[in-house]
Structure formats: structure tokens, C-alpha cells
């Protein structure tokens, strides 16, 4: 039996069975990754995964799991299971009947043939980014990953959605190290976009001689400019927080603003973008089978949506923006629209300042006021009277998000497309310049 039709088979027995609602993806996916340590490939591991995640609801009582397929296979016997967990629970606050289809039936394919050839043998990719990596700079040595993978999704619903989509995806980033000094880059793409990749072992490289010899810097306010890496990965917390969910459980800087509020720069337009082709988590349609579509979050600094599932877009007394999730509304690419400046005329523009082009450990101290903490690492360069001047120690940005939205003065024109463990919704991103952030000590 094929996954559609192992698909399309549970949901009507879940129905025989007294179910209101019922929904399966079926999710197969194979992937070869290859990972880099000390400037040569450590690790090879090739895998293939079935999973099936159901959603299933009786009443307002609502059921949503992962199981391997041969549970599937046996639906019976899980569906009697879940029929006896089911009746304890407790009604959902969040309960909303699975929407009429916007998609209905159709086989959707994003698959770039190159992906899958580089699959069965990627060791033209590992030479590329191995001779990158040190093609300028004699870099001490290297880490990272390429990452590829090819997706079967299947999606059957009690509504009436039988679906299918096909896809494949590469990920990728480099750390180079050279003396004290490190750096970073981060990339990924639906196609094999080969200049991307060799980019990111040519910036990490770059970054990781240009930081030797770093000094501290003392605590204080400057003005800063964020890499793609860092602006991306501030921007995922953004686009996390204006999910309905979020701002319903008040995890969010956006509780208590209004669709058309200034909450950002006039210079700050963020999308999402399930329709663009280029970035790894583009879709057709999402988990309840609502068709997707690209939309602002904010534009020219004012929100212009929240992202809803079905469930939160009646709480909302809305309709959904094809964001499900089945619990949790989610974007799926961002698109952060560039500006006018090269990145030479961004540090241009400060007096005194700090370029930072990676960090990682983001921390929320209180959601709804967006107090967080992120820590840079790797290359930091002091800025003064409009030049970079030195490398600088491992720092932490400690600020609020609102005043960082608010204190966008300059984007660069030429944006990357990132995706690493600290960016996981895949972004294109500028380069960013932010006046007056909050810098503190790093202390391991």
C-alpha cells in the first residue's frame, strides 16, 4: 500500500470510528549529511525516515501524535488506543473544526534533480568547500556541515485533502579557525546552488583571519551593525512572537498591538514566504490543508498579519493565514526586505560601534516586553569614525526587542539566504545597522 493510500485509509477509519475530525501527514524523507572536522570530512551518515503525525478529535477533545507506520498500518488497534485516551481529556480552549480544503487534491514537486545526484555522491560538494576554505587565507582548520535531503509529504484529511508534495532542500555552514580567531557562515537553498555554498566556506575563512589578535571592549551602548546570520536569527524570534499562539499565551512583544500599529522602523519589512521557490520550507499548502500564500508581517514598520492556524484565527475572529501547525501556527521562509547601502557604507555611517556576525544562546528574560540576551561569537570588529579598527572579544547584546525594531537606521542591499542550528526557519536577510544597543561582558 502506497503512503497516500495508507493515508487516505486511516482517516476513513477514523471516521467509521466515531471521530469528528481526522488528519495524517506522512512525512518520508532520505538525507545525506556530511560533516567537517579539522578541514576534512568526519562523518558520513545516509538514513531514510516514515513517520506519520496524526491529528484526531472528538467533540472539542483534540489528539495529536508522531508513530512510526507500522502503527499506521494497524489503525485499528491505534485507533481504539487513542479512542480510550481521547475520552479523558480535557475539552481544548483552542478547538476549531479542521477548514474546508483550499487544496484539495494534487501532486505539487520542488525537486532539483542536482540534489539528488549530489546525494548519491557528494563528494564534489566536500572538495568544494574544502578548497574554499582555504583558497585565501591559510586557515588553521574548519567545521561544518552540508546537509541534503529529498521529502515525500503525504496529507489526507477528514475534509476532503489528498495531497502530495515532493521536495528537496541543502543546507549548510562552515566555522574556520585561524590562530584566535574564528568565524562563521551559514547557507541553504531548494536547489543546488553551488556559488551559495562555496560562500559559505570563502566568508567563514575571511571572518576567521580578519578576527586574529582580538581585544575586550568595555560594556556600554553602541551602535551596532548585525550580519545576516545574527538579524536572521533575531527576526526568527520576531516571526515566533507573531504567531496567534504566541500572542495568545502572551509569549509575544505583539499582546497588545493592533493590525496597522508602528511596531518596528519604517525601514523593516519582514514576509513570509511559503510560495518562494528558492528558500528550503517553501509549500503549497499547510497541515490543514489550507492553501499558502506570501504575506507581510510587518511592512515599512507597521504589523500587517498575525500568523493563524484555523484555531487561533476564530479566536482571533479571523481567518487562517495557511500557517498551520495543528496546534502551533508557524512561518515558513522569511524574507527580509534589503535597503540602499552597501555593507562598506553601513559602517560608514558609525562613529563608534560594533560589526557582529555571529551569535547564539537567545534568551527571552520576558516575552511580552521582549527583554533578551543573545551572545556574539566569533568575529566582532570594533568600529570607529567609520572604520573598522580591531577585532574584538566574545561579547552579549542584552536589550529589548522593541527598541531594536525601532532603532533600524540602514539595511544593506545585497541579502543572504541563511539557515543554520540558530536560524531554523530559513531567512533571507540584510545586513543590518541598529543605533544604541545594550552591550555587556560575556562571561563564560
Known amino acids: 500500500m502506497s503512503a497516500s493510500e495508507l493515508a487516505g485509509k486511516f482517516v476513513e477509519k477514523a471516521l467509521e470510528k466515531g471521530f469528528s475530525d481526522a488528519a495524517i501527514s506522512i512525512d518520508i524523507v532520505e538525507r545525506v549529511m556530511v560533516k567537517f572536522a579539522n578541514t576534512q570530512p568526519s562523518v558520513v551518515q545516509e538514513w531514510k525516515t516514515a513517520v506519520a503525525n496524526i491529528y484526531l478529535s472528538k467533540g472539542r477533545r483534540v489528539f495529536t501524535g508522531t508513530f512510526q507506520l507500522d502503527k499506521i498500518g494497524d489503525a485499528d488497534k491505534l485507533l481504539g488506543e487513542v479512542g480510550l485516551l481521547i475520552d479523558r481529556l480535557s475539552e481544548s480552549e483552542l478547538y476549531a473544526p479542521l477548514p474546508e480544503p483550499g487544496v484539495r487534491s494534487g501532486f505539487y514537486s520542488r525537486v532539483d534533480d542536482k540534489i539528488v545526484e549530489a546525494m548519491k555522491d557528494p563528494s564534489e560538494l566536500v572538495e568544494l568547500v574544502l578548497e574554499a576554505s582555504s583558497r585565501e587565507h591559510n586557515i588553521d582548520f574548519t567545521a561544518g556541515k552540508i546537509d541534503l535531503w529529498k521529502r515525500m509529504r503525504h ?153 493563524h492556524n484555523t484555531k487561533t484565527a476564530l479566536k482571533f475572529n479571523t481567518k487562517s493565514t495557511g500557517n498551520a501547525g495543528w496546534v502551533h501556527p508557524r512561518p515558513w521562509n522569511l524574507v527580509i526586505e534589503g535597503g540602499g547601502f552597501k555593507l562598506e557604507e553601513l559602517i560608514s555611517e558609525v562613529k563608534r560601534g560594533l560589526l557582529i556576525t555571529n551569535n547564539w544562546y537567545t534568551r527571552l528574560q520576558n516575552y511580552a516586553e521582549g527583554v533578551f540576551s543573545t551572545i556574539g561569537r566569533d568575529a566582532i570588529f570594533l568600529i570607529e569614525s567609520g572604520r573598522i579598527v580591531k577585532p574584538v572579544e566574545r561579547l552579549r547584546i542584552a536589550d529589548k526587542l522593541p527598541r531594536l525594531l525601532s532603532n533600524i537606521e540602514g539595511l544593506s542591499r545585497e541579502t543572504y539566504d541563511v539557515m543554520w542550528w540558530e536560524v531554523r526557519v530559513p531567512t533571507r536577510s540584510p545586513y543590518a545597522l541598529i543605533r544604541n544597543i545594550n552591550i555587556t561582558k560575556h562571561f563564560a
Open 155 to 307: 496529507l489526507a484529511t477528514s475534509t476532503g485533502a489528498q495531497l502530495v508534495e515532493e521536495s528537496t532542500g541543502v543546507e549548510t555552514y562552515m566555522r574556520s579557525f585561524k590562530e584566535d580567531g574564528s568565524g562563521q557562515w551559514g547557507f541553504a537553498s531548494r536547489i543546488l546552488d553551488k556559488r551559495g555554498i562555496e560562500e559559505v566556506a570563502l566568508k567563514a575563512s575571511e571572518l576567521a583571519y580578519e578576527s586574529r589578535g582580538r581585544s575586550s571592549v568595555e560594556p556600554g551602548v553602541y551602535d551596532v551593525i548585525l550580519s545576516p546570520l545574527v538579524f536572521s536569527q533575531l527576526m526568527n524570534v520576531i516571526a515566533w512572537m507573531s504567531t496567534g499562539l504566541s500572542v495568545l499565551t502572551g509569549m509575544s512583544i505583539f499582546i497588545d498591538k493592533k493590525i496597522g500599529d508602528q511596531v518596528a522602523s519604517p525601514l523593516l519589512s519582514i514576509y513570509d514566504a511559503p510560495r518562494d521557490d528558492k528558500l528550503p520550507f517553501s509549500t503549497v499548502f499547510d497541515d490543514e490543508a489550507v492553501a499558502t500564500f506570501d504575506k507581510p508581517i510587518v511592512e515599512k514598520g507597521l504589523l500587517k498579519n498575525i500568523l
